[in-house]
DNA sequence: TTTAGGG
DNA sequence: CCCTAAA
């Protein structure tokens, strides 16, 4: 018996025994032999053997009144025997607060109270007139008051107490635990009583003996680890001395403590008496209030189990506080909900969620009392069995309760990850993309989400097991039907009134209704993607900066023949096909030189593939769509012919690298490139055109696919010629700033550009003037002279080859 | 860097 | 047009 709950035993006693009985059992109880109480007390360990005992005695009150009724009872028994009066008025207030002390005594007093209002004849006036005036729905509040009339009344009767032949060692315990109650007032009714001692002032024999009774051995340990931070919050005024354990404890449950203590009793208080049903009152008055007050502690009790549960899980899962204030509070609300009607149910739902965090753990304790009470009568079957499950479970020594801990720590684990992985899915969140914020951000999201729907489970439902309000149908909020708004996430079950809400209900589209949680990570997710589309953006802007800036130079065709080669030798993947089919039909000799000629050239194309893959990212900028390279063909082959300022394309490409160094874009890639390339190759030039070729830099997250001369090119530069003489294509660009160009891949060679009759005449005026017979051809100062009529695209080079033809054809023998 | 020359 | 080599 001691070592778990009277419920059932007094339920069954209610239901089983009339009245009279009932009252002869309180009696009996009552009056039992102390030697019997004194064993309880030893084997629970409340008296003080076992535990430490300011710490203990919390807990142990908190645990204990759920399971131990006894030792409740007996205490009270003690107590009571001597003290009706002090006792049976204010205890039995305070017994509806505290689950095990008051039990018998909360029997008589209820009884009392309750069949004769002023039932305490000999309690104090504090006590008398709680009662009176409150009845039974004050038993919260009379609670409150009793406990202060308590404490005050013990600090000033106290004496009273003591001489009513109190057990000594329930004053020791009660002061124990009264200082330990303080600094926890988050157990339930102890909590109240706590919280108003505290207030009021310090704790009184009374509160404490109460509370020490209630204590039982073996939760009280636990409690205290996980509690501690209730204590904290609730204990601010008088508690300094339990500060240490309680500071231990405090780590723990951090999550908890954010709450005001003063709202939270305040709001505890309130529940407590919105809850409290009179009539059920009422007919648990006849039958038995002692049993309600069973009923009550139980409830705490279990809340208080739960609270620990959670408080376990919570302070090992995430460590996020958040979380763990979260279960803790869906826990308790999962008591409260299922058998509590509907209306006492919603509003006091409500009021806890609005409250949140501590407040809620209160309310849901409060809910669960409430349940109990009426269980009693209407369903207490299920009731008790649910009881007694969450019984068991808290009523375990702390081998069980670490299990069951675990357990629920498991099972919310595996939801939480589960939901998480449907809320990433169904969002198409960048988790990893750029930087932590992001994921830190949706998974702080789908936290809390888990943390909220957890916190509406009802109480037949696992705690840690998400309900689907789809399919319940009600409101996440008030758990009512009607209206309700739909989260347009397919894994998302979150069902809520747009009255619910709370926030604009502006912000939400009721035919896309997305939950505030989905709503909030999709556009998390939407800037996330915005941001990288920014960086992708960023990232071409800086290519075809340093492509703009990049020199071509004469070496530029030296460098399209190897990129050339590259692709094709290379195979350099998917794009090879594409490029492949177009230069096979139109260049094919050209390539077949080139082949060769690459060979000759050893390994250096080889080389540059290399250098691009560097960090990795290269590889797929190889794989371009085919459409794209197209594209990108003519604006390469542009760029190509612009470029000839060494220069400006050093500096620009410097700006380049600045910018994707400002990105977080690592240089490394480049640098490797050059290296790489530099030291590997003979082929010198190949170097240079590595080193300063923006390709290798260019970010290959671009997918821009490598250009290569095809007959497209062919006939696109024939058309430009035809349409005028310079073809913007070849525009050579002086300036800094040179046509753009795609940042992908370098182009193969440079577009055909024909002569036009006036750069031959320029040509062969430039030959008139400059050349000297015996003497190496000026083809330089030719060029400069021809420069405002040679297309920009021409180079010495290329003078010397035209002249040579022109040579070869008209031959002046 | 410029030129010459072979392809 | 491209590429290499020599000057």
């Given at each position: 018996m001691w070592k778990w709950d009277i419920h059932p035993f007094i339920a069954h006693k209610r239901c089983s025994l009339d009245?009279?009985?009932?009252?002869?059992?309180?009696?009996?109880?009552?009056?039992?032999?102390?030697?019997?109480?004194?064993?309880?007390?030893?084997?629970?360990?409340?008296?003080?053997?076992?535990?430490?005992?300011?710490?203990?005695?919390?807990?142990?009150?908190?645990?204990?009144?759920?399971?131990?009724?006894?030792?409740?009872?007996?205490?009270?028994?003690?107590?009571?025997?001597?003290?009706?009066?002090?006792?049976?008025?204010?205890?039995?207030?305070?017994?509806?607060?505290?689950?095990?002390?008051?039990?018998?005594?909360?029997?008589?007093?209820?009884?009392?109270?309750?069949?004769?209002?002023?039932?305490?004849?000999?309690?104090?006036?504090?006590?008398?007139?709680?009662?009176?005036?409150?009845?039974?729905?004050?038993?919260?509040?009379?609670?409150?008051?009793?406990?202060?009339?308590?404490?005050?009344?013990?600090?000033?009767?106290?004496?009273?107490?003591?001489?009513?032949?109190?057990?000594?060692?329930?004053?020791?315990?009660?002061?124990?635990?009264?200082?330990?109650?303080?600094?926890?007032?988050?157990?339930?009714?102890?909590?109240?009583?706590?919280?108003?001692?505290?207030?009021?002032?310090?704790?009184?024999?009374?509160?404490?003996?109460?509370?020490?009774?209630?204590?039982?051995?073996?939760?009280?340990?636990?409690?205290?680890?996980?509690?501690?931070?209730?204590?904290?919050?609730?204990?601010?005024?008088?508690?300094?001395?339990?500060?240490?354990?309680?500071?231990?404890?405090?780590?723990?449950?951090?999550?908890?403590?954010?709450?005001?203590?003063?709202?939270?009793?305040?709001?505890?208080?309130q529940d407590i008496q919105e809850n409290v049903p009179n009539g059920e009152e009422e007919e648990n008055l006849h039958l038995s209030n002692g049993s309600q007050c069973t009923y009550r502690q139980d409830c705490l009790a279990t809340k208080w189990r739960d609270l620990i549960l959670l408080a376990n899980i919570s302070s090992r899962i995430l460590q996020s506080s958040e979380v763990l204030g979260c279960s803790l509070g869906k826990q308790t609300c999962l008591g409260g909900m299922e058998q509590i009607e509907p209306g006492d149910g919603n509003n006091k739902f409500i009021s806890s969620e609005a409250l949140g965090g501590r407040d809620e753990i209160l309310h849901h304790e409060t809910q669960v009392c409430h349940r109990s009470t009426k269980a009693p009568n209407k369903n207490s079957d299920e009731e008790q069995g649910r009881k007694y499950d969450s019984e068991n479970v808290v009523g375990e020594e702390g081998p069980c309760k670490l299990k069951t801990t675990k357990k629920y720590m498991d099972k919310f684990e595996q939801n939480f990850d589960r939901d998480m992985r449907n809320i990433c899915e169904a969002k198409d969140v960048y988790i990893s993309i750029d930087g932590d914020w992001y994921h830190k951000e949706l998974i702080d999201i789908a936290k809390k989400k888990k943390a909220f729907l957890s916190s509406r489970c009802t109480y037949g439902q696992d705690s840690l097991a998400t309900i689907d309000w789809r399919e319940l149908n009600a409101c996440v909020k008030c758990h009512k039907a009607g209206k309700l708004l739909v989260c347009n996430t397919k894994s998302c079950q979150l069902v809520i009134h747009e009255n619910c809400l709370s926030s604009d209900a502006k912000l939400y589209k009721r035919r896309k209704f997305y939950c505030p949680f989905c709503a909030h990570s999709r556009a998390i997710s939407k800037s996330v993607k915005i941001k990288k589309k920014v960086s992708l953006t960023r990232k071409a802007y800086a290519t075809f900066i340093c492509w703009g800036a990049r020199k071509e130079s004469e070496k530029q065709s030296y460098r399209s023949y190897k990129i050339k080669h590259f692709e094709q030798d290379e195979g350099l993947r998917q794009s090879n096909k594409l490029n492949n089919k177009d230069v096979n039909g139109s260049t094919n000799d050209h390539q077949h030189k080139r082949k060769s000629g690459y060979e000759q050239a050893g390994h250096s194309v080889l080389s540059f593939g290399d250098s691009l893959t560097c960090g990795g990212k290269t590889v797929a900028s190889a794989n371009g769509t085919p459409d794209s390279l197209k594209k990108d063909k003519q604006e390469e082959r542009n760029t190509e012919r612009m470029s000839q300022t060494q220069r400006v394309r050093c500096g620009d490409q410097m700006a380049a690298l600045a910018i994707l160094k400002s990105q977080g874009e690592n240089p490394s890639c480049q640098v490797r490139g050059k290296g790489s390339e530099g030291e590997s190759h003979a082929d010198i030039r190949s170097r240079k055109r590595v080193l300063c070729s923006p390709e290798t830099d260019l970010p290959h997250e671009c997918n821009f696919p490598p250009v290569t001369e095809s007959a497209d090119a062919k006939e696109i530069s024939e058309e430009e010629n035809a349409n005028s003489g310079a073809s913007k294509y070849f525009v050579r660009v002086q300036s800094h700033k040179r046509q753009h160009s795609s940042p992908t891949f370098p182009q193969l060679r440079r577009i055909r550009v024909p002569w036009t009759t006036a750069e031959e005449e320029a040509l062969k005026e430039g030959m008139r003037k400059f050349s000297t017979p015996h003497d190496r051809l000026p083809w330089k100062k030719v060029l400069e002279f021809g420069a405002n009529i040679f297309n920009e695209s021409r180079s010495t080079v290329d003078l010397k080859d035209k002249w040579r033809n022109l040579s070869k054809a008209t031959p002046k023998p």
């Amino acid at each position: 018996m001691w070592k778990w709950d009277i419920h059932p035993f007094i339920a069954h006693k209610r239901c089983s025994l009339d009245k009279h009985t009932l009252q002869k059992l309180k009696d009996a109880i009552l009056s039992g032999s102390p030697s019997f109480f004194a064993s309880l007390k030893d084997q629970s360990g409340l008296s003080g053997g076992y535990q430490p005992e300011s710490v203990v005695k919390v807990d142990d009150d908190k645990c204990n009144s759920i399971k131990p009724g006894f030792d409740g009872p007996d205490r009270n028994a003690h107590i009571s025997e001597g003290n009706d009066q002090l006792i049976s008025p204010a205890p039995g207030d305070i017994s509806y607060l505290l689950p095990s002390d008051l039990p018998n005594e909360d029997l008589l007093s209820v009884n009392r109270k309750r069949s004769a209002t002023t039932d305490s004849a000999g309690g104090k006036s504090s006590k008398d007139q709680i009662i009176s005036k409150n009845g039974c729905n004050n038993h919260l509040k009379t609670v409150k008051k009793h406990k202060n009339d308590v404490i005050h009344n013990k600090q000033d009767l106290g004496g009273k107490l003591i001489s009513s032949g109190v057990n000594e060692e329930l004053e020791d315990a009660s002061k124990v635990v009264a200082q330990e109650s303080e600094r926890e007032s988050c157990c339930l009714d102890k909590n109240t009583h706590v919280a108003d001692v505290e207030l009021h002032g310090p704790p009184a024999d009374d509160s404490n003996e109460h509370i020490s009774d209630l204590v039982g051995p073996t939760e009280v340990l636990p409690r205290e680890n996980q509690v501690p931070h209730f204590d904290n919050k609730l204990s601010n005024d008088e508690e300094h001395g339990q500060e240490n354990e309680i500071g231990e404890l405090k780590g723990d449950m951090q999550g908890f403590s954010n709450k005001k203590s003063s709202e939270n009793m305040d709001n505890f208080e309130q529940d407590i008496q919105e809850n409290v049903p009179n009539g059920e009152e009422e007919e648990n008055l006849h039958l038995s209030n002692g049993s309600q007050c069973t009923y009550r502690q139980d409830c705490l009790a279990t809340k208080w189990r739960d609270l620990i549960l959670l408080a376990n899980i919570s302070s090992r899962i995430l460590q996020s506080s958040e979380v763990l204030g979260c279960s803790l509070g869906k826990q308790t609300c999962l008591g409260g909900m299922e058998q509590i009607e509907p209306g006492d149910g919603n509003n006091k739902f409500i009021s806890s969620e609005a409250l949140g965090g501590r407040d809620e753990i209160l309310h849901h304790e409060t809910q669960v009392c409430h349940r109990s009470t009426k269980a009693p009568n209407k369903n207490s079957d299920e009731e008790q069995g649910r009881k007694y499950d969450s019984e068991n479970v808290v009523g375990e020594e702390g081998p069980c309760k670490l299990k069951t801990t675990k357990k629920y720590m498991d099972k919310f684990e595996q939801n939480f990850d589960r939901d998480m992985r449907n809320i990433c899915e169904a969002k198409d969140v960048y988790i990893s993309i750029d930087g932590d914020w992001y994921h830190k951000e949706l998974i702080d999201i789908a936290k809390k989400k888990k943390a909220f729907l957890s916190s509406r489970c009802t109480y037949g439902q696992d705690s840690l097991a998400t309900i689907d309000w789809r399919e319940l149908n009600a409101c996440v909020k008030c758990h009512k039907a009607g209206k309700l708004l739909v989260c347009n996430t397919k894994s998302c079950q979150l069902v809520i009134h747009e009255n619910c809400l709370s926030s604009d209900a502006k912000l939400y589209k009721r035919r896309k209704f997305y939950c505030p949680f989905c709503a909030h990570s999709r556009a998390i997710s939407k800037s996330v993607k915005i941001k990288k589309k920014v960086s992708l953006t960023r990232k071409a802007y800086a290519t075809f900066i340093c492509w703009g800036a990049r020199k071509e130079s004469e070496k530029q065709s030296y460098r399209s023949y190897k990129i050339k080669h590259f692709e094709q030798d290379e195979g350099l993947r998917q794009s090879n096909k594409l490029n492949n089919k177009d230069v096979n039909g139109s260049t094919n000799d050209h390539q077949h030189k080139r082949k060769s000629g690459y060979e000759q050239a050893g390994h250096s194309v080889l080389s540059f593939g290399d250098s691009l893959t560097c960090g990795g990212k290269t590889v797929a900028s190889a794989n371009g769509t085919p459409d794209s390279l197209k594209k990108d063909k003519q604006e390469e082959r542009n760029t190509e012919r612009m470029s000839q300022t060494q220069r400006v394309r050093c500096g620009d490409q410097m700006a380049a690298l600045a910018i994707l160094k400002s990105q977080g874009e690592n240089p490394s890639c480049q640098v490797r490139g050059k290296g790489s390339e530099g030291e590997s190759h003979a082929d010198i030039r190949s170097r240079k055109r590595v080193l300063c070729s923006p390709e290798t830099d260019l970010p290959h997250e671009c997918n821009f696919p490598p250009v290569t001369e095809s007959a497209d090119a062919k006939e696109i530069s024939e058309e430009e010629n035809a349409n005028s003489g310079a073809s913007k294509y070849f525009v050579r660009v002086q300036s800094h700033k040179r046509q753009h160009s795609s940042p992908t891949f370098p182009q193969l060679r440079r577009i055909r550009v024909p002569w036009t009759t006036a750069e031959e005449e320029a040509l062969k005026e430039g030959m008139r003037k400059f050349s000297t017979p015996h003497d190496r051809l000026p083809w330089k100062k030719v060029l400069e002279f021809g420069a405002n009529i040679f297309n920009e695209s021409r180079s010495t080079v290329d003078l010397k080859d035209k002249w040579r033809n022109l040579s070869k054809a008209t031959p002046k023998p």
